[in-house]
């Protein structure tokens, strides 16, 4: 799905993994995760063209595949040109990589965002079992508050943490090896969902 809109609206969209372009003609390149999609953004600057532009996205930074294509020529002579493209459908819980094939001006420099997606009514545990790290994604668009509980099979509390994000890293390291519920509450009581965590060393 391809886009024209202005910059300043792309940049308002939260979540963005944002890095100055490389490439000679463009004045800036970005992707970044909204909901279940990855937008990406480009400025070709001022007195720059290209003839047709490929996206193309990868798994593991070195085989890509074409995604899009936005045929004819873009840029301007007279002033910078804003562009978008919206990935429907990137590699879930893994990196995304996107490139650029901008015609006959060659490969921009690669951009990359981690796309998370979690269930909707629970979180993705990993590594589990854990040693020293353990990681959660979950869903929330809206920045509420969340509550992180670690508890063991007693019913004891050992770790809890506060978050607006929907990615934690916990540090478990010096928690002892065992079986442990660790639970993830939203502050306004409207989700919960408890899985087991077993650290291992």
Same mark, same amino acid.
Not at 112 to 120: C, G, K, N, R
Not at 122 to 142: C, D, E, K, T
Not at 147 to 169: C, F, I, M, P
């Given at each position: 799905m391809f886009i024209r809109l202005g910059l300043i609206g792309l940049l308002m969209i939260a979540g963005m993994t944002r890095a100055l372009a490389q490439?000679?003609?463009l004045d800036d390149f970005s992707v970044f995760q909204h909901h279940d999609q990855v937008y990406l953004s480009w400025v070709i600057s001022r007195g720059n063209t290209?003839?047709?532009?490929?996206? =193309?996205?990868?798994? !593991?930074?070195?085989?890509?595949? =074409?995604?899009?294509?936005?045929? +004819?020529?873009? +840029?301007?002579? !007279?002033?910078?040109?804003?562009?978008s493209f919206i990935d429907t459908n990137p590699a879930k819980n893994q990196i995304n990589y996107y490139r650029l094939e901008l015609g006959l001006q060659g490969y921009t420099e690669v951009r990359s965002v981690e796309f998370i997606h979690a269930p909707d009514d629970g979180f993705i545990l990993r590594p589990n079992p854990a040693s020293y790290m353990v990681q959660m994604l979950f869903r929330n668009p809206r920045s509420q508050e969340h509550v $992180?509980?670690?508890?063991? @099979?007693?019913?004891? @509390?050992?770790l809890q943490h506060n978050t607006l994000d929907q990615q934690v890293e916990l540090d478990?390291? *010096? $928690?002892?090896? +065992?079986?442990? @519920?660790?639970?993830?509450?939203?502050?306004?009581?409207?989700?919960?969902?408890? *899985?087991?965590?077993v650290i291992a060393r």
């Amino acid at each position: 799905m391809f886009i024209r809109l202005g910059l300043i609206g792309l940049l308002m969209i939260a979540g963005m993994t944002r890095a100055l372009a490389q490439h000679p003609i463009l004045d800036d390149f970005s992707v970044f995760q909204h909901h279940d999609q990855v937008y990406l953004s480009w400025v070709i600057s001022r007195g720059n063209t290209c003839n047709g532009i490929t996206i =193309e996205r990868s798994t !593991d930074g070195a085989g890509f595949s =074409e995604i899009g294509y936005i045929a +004819g020529i873009c +840029g301007s002579p !007279d002033f910078a040109q804003p562009f978008s493209f919206i990935d429907t459908n990137p590699a879930k819980n893994q990196i995304n990589y996107y490139r650029l094939e901008l015609g006959l001006q060659g490969y921009t420099e690669v951009r990359s965002v981690e796309f998370i997606h979690a269930p909707d009514d629970g979180f993705i545990l990993r590594p589990n079992p854990a040693s020293y790290m353990v990681q959660m994604l979950f869903r929330n668009p809206r920045s509420q508050e969340h509550v $992180v509980e670690l508890y063991n @099979l007693s019913g004891a @509390l050992v770790l809890q943490h506060n978050t607006l994000d929907q990615q934690v890293e916990l540090d478990i390291s *010096r $928690v002892p090896a +065992g079986v442990y @519920l660790l639970r993830l509450t939203s502050t306004s009581g409207q989700h919960s969902s408890t *899985r087991r965590l077993v650290i291992a060393r």
